[in-house]
């Protein structure tokens, strides 16, 4: 309580009273020495004053007359320029409307002019200024004046040099605006430097002045006043320091003896506060304590001296498990470092607890544990149970964490709208699917910001007020909705809106632009050919359905089967890539040959169908297939390959033909099947005879696979005849087919076939497991030479196939033969290469088959070292005929001698043919001359018949060449 407070608060006893002459007081002392001064001073202010605005009006006339002058004096020379510049634009461009804007923008450009003009003569400050911009105004409106004549295209050269004229009037009189301003500026800035020096000179003599009256005023009450003050001032510090029992002297009839008086009583009046202060401080704590002790938040109290002035029962049971027992009057150190340690974060060594801290008590209640500083520089700790509180806090933040996971994890994006419109939820995928920058939705947002916001990063075509009346009109209907938005992305995206009870509503989205893409596309894709991009069998089925229906009423359709030629050897030697890439320009020529109501279609690898409609006669028919052939005979050009192939086409005729698609789709194969047995390239017309070929075919396809199971195959043996030995050096096997009710089938019946429906690799097996066991019987110098199909290197099991046929029958693997074709050399994959060569490695030969036809390269000779080269039997039977076939024999001859090859000749058939290639120094002949093909009972015959010493070898120029 403050010595003013005490005094107010003791009113019975009163300061005495003292009387005494005024002129003897301090106080009028005092006052005497200050009106002295503040005389001084306010002279001094009041000049100070004086000169200070004095120079601010100086100075306010420099600014704001000339510095303003010349500022709107260059804005009106920036105007003009820029009515300069708009109207060399104007003259340039030749759109009316940028025409419009320009003249619109040079109008208020010349307002602006006038208007800085106006103001700067308004600030001027001399005659000569205000008449310079006065020439600028009349040089601004006759250059505007020109300016018009031009455009009139009134006297256009004399307008041009008027305009230039005006122009440099205008820059010349604003420059001289500018420089007349500067220099009254100047003028101004003259006159004030020499009123602030000599205000600087008066106010420094003044000063001086003024310091040498305060220190005589100072001097003068010190020593009247200070000493008695000092002497009252030792006893009110004696006072305020807690001793009352201090003696206070006497004082005269100034203010200081009424001071002393005053002091006497304050004394007494203090000495009675403290007593029933005392007092009520002590009722005060008993109040307080029982309030503490009834608390349910425990209290600990610790005073300046680090002692434990309070602690109430509450404190004690919380810490009850930790500290103990607290007692009252304790050291507060121990209690400090104990909660610290127990109570504060790990690892922590000071003693000083931090302002809120939660933890954990090891009875699992959770404890808030608050400390504040008292007036007094004590401690208050405040223990506070928050249990509950945190068990709620748990819960919630475990629903908050779900639902933000849940939000941010979401397929769809989310939106939730309180009453007022105003954006509440909203997860990351509702930015990701309206691309819309996630750092500038806020909670809180109005709709209308957003919907503009979507606007402006171009989700719509619309304007932000027709989006945002759509969406309104949405929300007024309190509906459950779904909606399809089409985005100006070409993006769909589903909306789902649900309003809530409490007046808001939410809304999801979903981007359906790849499902409906994909719906789409599996639409189209069920419907057609995935790699030509034609209709596929089912909708071709669906066309030839309607078609039929057509029929019924009279009208006439085609369907047209086609197989392309040759495409099995592209996809052989070329590969798949090749192939594929053919049908896609097949397709592409298919399209071009037929009219917008016809129908092409793939059917599956290399087969089209069309259906042709609204045909007069067969004859219309003939036309397209006719047109067909033409454009498959030309060659095609595929990623650097001359392809050429061609198509055979068979035809049926509805209704004649067959009044379903089954039927029509079956003749019309039964009549391809004509068109490729009559040599392909060309068409055919179905006619009830081909079906009957047609069932002798699947009949033979039957038989043949029974053939296999039953075992109904047998290989013939046709000679091959060494010239250098003179005698046989080997066979050939070849397999035949003894048919129990049809007899002997050629194997160019049914080799095809089994090539055609997978079986070719099953009798390449079984003919080589045949053969490598046959001539494990024949003498050892004998070998045999083994077909092999294309198709056996394409399954990867033809070495082990070899390996597998010479272990069993144990014939040595330098007696056989492998004969290929060249079709195997052109499809040249690694993997074909890798075969040949694991084969050669066992010792077994490689021979090339049929070479000279096909596409027959020396280059292959290079792929492969083989072994031999089998001359085709064409050349050979041509050798009596025609010259060039002497002539290509002989160079096979000795193309292959020269690269160490031994050459065979197929087909010889005449001595005259023998006598030829040995002469031209072939190695072996094969052919019906030495005979036709035998069963392996009669190769050992063969054997001795051409050894007996009566046929070729008895020659004597032979036995001279073998010696």
């Not at 602006?112 to 601004?140: F, K, Y």
Request: contains cysteine; glycine residues 8%; negative net charge.
């Amino acid at each position: 309580m403050s010595v003013l407070q005490v005094t107010r608060a003791m009113p019975h006893r009163q300061m005495p009273a003292r009387s005494g002459s005024s002129v003897k007081t301090i106080r009028s002392r005092i006052l005497f020495a200050f009106l002295v001064m503040t005389l001084i001073t306010s002279v001094l202010g009041l000049y100070a004053a004086y000169d200070i605005r004095r120079a601010g009006g100086l100075v306010s006339k420099t600014f704001d007359k000339s510095l303003m002058a010349i500022n709107y004096a260059r804005a009106a020379s920036a105007d003009f320029n820029a009515i300069q510049a708009a109207f060399a634009r104007q003259l340039l461009t030749s759109d009316h409307a940028t025409r419009v804007m320009l003249d619109a923008k040079m109008t208020e450009l010349e307002k602006s002019l006038n208007d800085d003009l106006s103001i700067a003569m308004e600030r001027s400050q001399s005659d000569r200024a205000s008449a310079a911009g006065a020439h600028v105004q009349r040089a601004v409106a006759a250059w505007s004046t020109m300016r018009g004549r031009l455009i009139e295209g009134t006297n256009p050269n004399e307008a041009w040099r008027s305009l230039d004229h005006f122009a440099s009037v205008v820059e010349q009189q604003i420059d001289l605006l500018i420089n007349y301003t500067a220099g009254d500026g100047f003028s101004y800035r003259q006159s004030a430097q020499a009123a602030v020096a000599l205000d600087i000179r008066v106010n420094l003599l003044a000063t001086l002045l003024a310091v040498v009256l305060s220190g005589l005023a100072a001097w003068l009450l010190a020593r009247t006043i200070l000493g008695p003050i000092a002497k009252a001032s030792e006893i009110a510090k004696r006072i305020a320091g807690g001793h009352l029992d201090v003696i206070i002297p006497k004082g005269g009839d100034d203010e200081i003896g009424a001071l002393l008086s005053a002091m006497e009583v304050m004394r007494e009046n203090i000495r009675a506060s403290i007593q029933s202060e005392v007092a009520q401080r002590r009722s005060a704590q008993s109040r307080l304590a029982d309030a503490l002790e009834s608390s349910r938040e425990g209290i600990i109290v610790i005073d300046a001296d680090s002692k434990i002035v309070l602690a109430n029962a509450q404190a004690g049971e919380f810490l009850a498990g930790i500290l103990g027992r607290l007692k009252v009057g304790g050291s507060a150190r121990d209690l400090m470092t104990t909660i610290w340690t127990r109570l504060g974060p790990p690892g922590a060594r000071t003693v000083e607890l931090p302002a809120t801290r939660e933890t954990r008590l090891p009875d699992g209640r959770w404890l808030r544990v608050s400390q504040n500083a008292t007036q007094e520089g004590g401690v208050i700790i405040v223990f506070s149970d928050i249990t509950v509180l945190k068990e709620q806090e748990a819960a919630l933040t475990g629903t908050n964490q779900r639902f933000d996971v849940a939000l941010a994890n979401m397929s769809q994006g989310l939106c939730l709208y309180d009453a007022d419109n105003r954006l509440q939820v909203f997860n990351r995928r509702f930015c990701e699917i309206f691309r819309l920058p996630s750092a500038r939705i806020v909670v809180g947002m109005p709709l209308e910001e957003v919907i503009a916001l979507s606007v402006a990063v171009g989700n719509y075509t619309t304007r932000a007020d027709q989006r945002l009346s759509d969406v309104l009109t949405r929300i007024g209907h309190r509906q459950p909705a779904t909606n399809i938005l089409d985005l100006a992305d070409d993006r769909v995206v589903a909306l789902a809106h649900q309003p809530l009870h409490e007046g808001g509503w939410v809304e999801t989205y979903e981007d359906v632009t790849e499902r409906l893409q994909s719906e789409a596309k599996i639409v189209y894709m069920a419907r057609h050919d995935a790699l030509t991009g034609l209709p596929n069998r089912l909708m071709f089925a669906e066309r030839a359905e309607l078609a039929l229906g057509a029929s019924g009423r009279g009208d006439m359709f085609a369907l047209l089967m086609l197989d392309l030629d040759h495409f099995k050897q592209v996809n052989d030697t070329l590969g798949h890539p090749i192939g594929d890439a053919l049908l896609r320009v097949v397709a592409e020529r298919l399209s071009a040959c037929i009219r917008e109501v016809d129908t092409v279609a793939r059917l599956g690898g290399d087969e089209f169908a069309i259906v042709q409609s609204g045909l007069r006669s067969p004859d219309d028919a003939t036309i397209l297939a006719r047109r067909i052939v033409d454009t498959m005979k030309m060659p095609f050009e595929i990623e650097g390959h001359r392809v050429t192939i061609g198509v055979s086409i068979g035809i049926s005729m509805a209704p004649g033909d067959g009044t379903s698609y089954g039927k029509l789709l079956k003749n019309a194969d039964v009549a391809l099947y004509k068109a490729k047995a009559d040599g392909r390239d060309t068409w055919r017309f179905f006619e009830m005879e081909m079906d009957a070929r047609l069932q002798a075919r699947r009949a033979l396809e039957l038989d043949l696979r029974e053939a296999l199971a039953e075992g109904w195959f047998e290989l013939y043996y046709q000679p091959l005849f060494d010239f250098k030995r003179n005698e046989i050096g080997g066979f050939e096997a070849l397999l035949r087919w003894n048919h129990p009710v049809r007899g002997m089938i050629s194997p160019s019946e049914f080799i095809p076939i089994a090539e055609e429906i997978g079986l070719i690799t099953q009798l390449g097996e079984w003919v080589l497991n045949q053969a490598c066991r046959e001539a494990q019987t024949w003498p050892e110098d004998i070998r045999i030479a083994v077909n092999v199909s294309p198709a056996q290197f394409r399954t990867g099991q033809l070495a082990g196939a070899v390996v597998g046929a010479l272990a069993q029958s144990g014939l040595e693997p330098s007696r056989l033969d492998l004969e290929i074709t060249e079709s195997v050399i052109l499809a040249n994959t690694g993997s074909t290469m890798e075969t040949l060569q694991t084969i050669r490695a066992l010792g077994v030969k490689i021979s090339m088959d049929d070479f000279g036809t096909g596409y027959s390269s020396l280059s292959y000779l290079r792929s492969f070292p083989f072994d031999k080269v089998k001359i085709d039997q064409s050349f050979i039977r041509d050798l009596d005929s025609k010259a060039d076939s002497s002539v290509i024999v002989g160079a096979i001859i000795g193309l292959c001698k020269s690269l160490g090859m031994r050459v065979t000749a197929e087909g010889v058939e005449s001595q005259a043919q023998l006598d030829f290639l040995f002469w031209e120094g072939c190695s072996e002949a094969q052919g019906y001359y030495f005979s036709r093909p035998v069963p392996a009972e009669r190769v050992p015959a063969l054997l001795v018949q051409w050894a007996d010493g009566t046929t070729f070898v008895d020659r004597p120029e032979v036995r001279m060449l073998a010696d």
